[in-house]
């Protein structure tokens, strides 16, 4: 009988401007950082164990997020989050 010791999901994230708005770049680029931060809140608010290692801004405005997520409540997340 196999069981699972310790899970979680491991995602890299695009968050990418929105083409074809005509918005200036600066209003693109808030737009762009207000949705990563609403991502972050909806983690928090839905209680999900998560870890951000690393988010990084591009030279074109898109954010990469890198984020490691607990799999579900019932499965131990292990040393993944040490």
Do not use: W
């Not at 950082?33 to 591009?58: F, G, N, P």
């Not at 409540?73 to 040393?79: K, N």
């Amino acid at each position: 009988m196999k069981r699972i010791q310790s899970a979680c999901i491991m995602q890299t994230l695009r968050f990418q401007q929105k083409d074809g708005t005509g918005l200036p770049r600066e209003a693109l680029l808030r737009m762009n950082r207000d949705e990563v931060t609403r991502y972050k809140a909806q983690l928090e608010k839905s209680r999900t164990r998560h870890r951000i290692d690393s988010e990084e801004e591009q030279p074109d405005g898109a954010i990469i997020l890198r984020v490691r997520k607990e799999y579900n409540a019932s499965a131990p997340v292990g040393d993944y989050f040490d």
